[in-house]
């Protein structure tokens, strides 16, 4: 029998929890057309499916609103068999388990994130408009400089995926694009730390630190001081925006539920008002033409993404779209990570002391003015600092690999029909005990030194001792946090030289102690902080607690 209205709103009820009653209307109205529309079951071989209680339903909703219960299915249906199925919103999800299944992901020229853009991306996030959205949709030349077999005609302005991939990866992902910003961040958050007088203990909250002043740094360092200067209220705007992406990429239509939407408008009217101000007052045949950081877009990838969107006649709300994308990914990842990093060094005083000692060796001085800087590039090779920021991010990074499936294909003996989609979940292959776990440090416990090896080494005395060196705790195929294959993101090298940077400063800069735990209205809590689940598959999960500490600036 086919469910009703009536028992439709129960079960929505029953999966969300407290979710506003209109809301719950309007989703039980999605379901029953969902239910009324689904689609039949394609051929072929075909994996177990995680149980749907009502087919082609349940699980679309709890994937979305309720993913970590989900999840926890999920990892149920992955102990019986390699790969499972669900439907989501009308298509069926393959979802991967194993490592060689990671690994195939990772190796595959054939899987791309182009559909996942196509689809959500540009519609969702850049806002892009249906037309705009056939550019991309329509040119098949590929993402590399020489156009793909049969393609080879396409006139080099519709070769849209090579240029957004030239974009990305030539002013963010190489080494010679990345030291300037890096060091323009040192430069300004070193700056920001200097309001705290020396030798004077306060008392701060972890959150207010890294949802204030260090986001304030790093967007500023991404777009230059005038978004800050032409929108006062930018940073509401961010976190505003950053609360509803999940809803807004996995979620319901506009109509339905608006309030994702009037987030996502609030956040990119600021972004159109600083484009069209940096549009207007850059010199594009100026001296700052090629620099890798100037005030009006500050780094080079924001100007070259503004400048190749407009040239290409995108609107500007679409180039907005593709700016704002660009900022949340960088910083809704990177300040929670602060956030945890920090938290883990209050935690353990011993672990703080171990961590400063370490740092200490990555500042150089100047010898002609005696001024003291952290030396970014030493600071990402130090072993301790990259084992803790390693284990943070396997705790609490919540992704999901997502690939569209254009030609059939076969993984691990399950055909896997076009239209199709494929799910790798991180939080999950990042948390498997048999993987990561080891004795005394069970999985779902932080331990500093998981990802650090000891090897014996001579001193410069002749003396024999034990060095720490970097090693990731698994095979690196289980690990996934900035994704995989061609669409791994080209962000990565500045987020973590920007972590490092942020918490080098802060560990040799500052005395720190922990004082308590609070909920975020800052109330008493009677626990630590975990991880976030509202953003279970979103990104980098936030503590849902904040620690307020004692610190002092030494110098």
């Not at 430069?187 to 030798?199: L, N």
């Not at 700052?288 to 006649?313: I, M, S, Y």
């Not at 990802?451 to 996934?480: M, P």
């Not at 503590?543 to 500490?549: C, K, V």
Request: charge should be neutral.
């Amino acid at each position: 029998m086919e469910p009703n209205a009536g028992s439709l709103r129960k079960l929505s009820q029953a999966i969300l929890g407290n979710v506003p009653s209109s809301l719950t209307a309007l989703l039980a109205f999605v379901v029953f057309i969902i239910v009324l529309s689904r689609p039949g079951t394609a051929g072929g071989i075909t994996p177990p499916s995680i149980r749907d209680p009502i087919p082609f339903v349940f699980n679309t909703i709890q994937f979305i609103f309720r993913n970590e219960r989900f999840l926890q299915r999920v990892r149920k249906a992955l102990d019986d068999a390699p790969i499972v199925t669900f439907r989501l919103a009308g298509k069926t999800v393959y979802v991967m388990g194993e490592l060689k299944h990671y690994q195939a992901l990772t190796s595959s020229r054939e899987l791309t994130f182009q559909g996942m853009m196509i689809e959500v991306g540009f519609p969702k996030l850049w806002r892009m408009p249906a037309d705009e959205v056939q550019r991309f949709a329509r040119d098949k030349s590929g993402y590399t400089e020489r156009p793909l077999p049969g393609t080879e005609n396409t006139p080099t302005d519709q070769r849209y995926w090579a240029q957004k991939h030239h974009v990305f990866y030539d002013f963010l992902s190489r080494p010679n694009q990345i030291k300037p910003i890096v060091d323009e961040f040192g430069r300004q958050f070193s700056q920001e730390v200097e309001k705290y007088t020396i030798g004077e203990w306060s008392t701060m909250s972890i959150d207010k630190l890294t949802h204030q002043d260090f986001t304030k740094c790093a967007i500023t360092t991404l777009f230059g001081p005038k978004i800050l200067e032409l929108n006062p209220d930018f940073l509401d705007a961010f976190w505003g925006y950053d609360a509803y992406v999940g809803v807004l990429v996995y979620g319901l239509p506009e109509w339905m539920y608006p309030a994702p939407y009037k987030a996502s408008d609030r956040f990119l009217d600021r972004i159109e008002k600083y484009l069209d101000a940096g549009l207007k007052n850059f010199d594009w045949d100026g001296p700052d033409a090629d620099a890798q950081w100037e005030p009006n877009f500050g780094t080079r990838v924001t100007r070259e993404l503004a400048k190749w969107l407009t040239d290409a006649g995108f609107r500007p709300r679409t180039v907005a779209g593709g700016l704002g994308t660009l900022l949340f990914a960088q910083n809704s990842n990177t300040i929670p990570i602060v956030s945890w990093m920090l938290m883990e060094l209050n935690k353990d005083p011993g672990l703080l002391r171990a961590v400063r000692e370490e740092v200490a060796t990555a500042f150089v001085t100047d010898p002609a003015t005696g001024v003291r800087t952290l030396d970014p590039q030493k600071a990402v090779k130090l072993p301790l600092l990259q084992s803790v920021f390693t284990e943070v991010l396997r705790m609490c990074v919540s992704m999901v690999i997502m690939r569209t499936i254009e030609n059939p294909m076969t993984i691990g003996g399950v055909n896997i029909p076009p239209g199709s989609l494929i799910h790798a979940y991180s939080h999950l292959s990042q948390m498997e005990e048999d993987v990561w776990g080891t004795e005394g440090h069970p999985v779902d416990q932080f331990w500093a030194e998981r990802h650090i090896s000891y090897v014996e080494e001579v001193d410069e005395t002749g003396q024999l001792r034990k060095k720490r060196v970097f090693a990731l705790a698994a095979n690196s195929g289980y690990f996934f946090p900035f994704g995989c294959g061609v669409p791994i993101c080209p962000g990565r090298h500045f987020a973590k030289n920007e972590v490092f940077t942020m918490v080098g400063i802060l560990v040799d800069r500052f005395d720190m102690e922990f004082v308590k735990w609070t909920k975020m209205d800052g109330s008493p809590s009677d626990r630590p902080a975990v991880p976030d689940k509202r953003f279970s598959s979103i990104g980098t999960m936030p503590p849902d607690r904040d620690m307020i500490i004692r610190w002092k600036r030494i110098w």
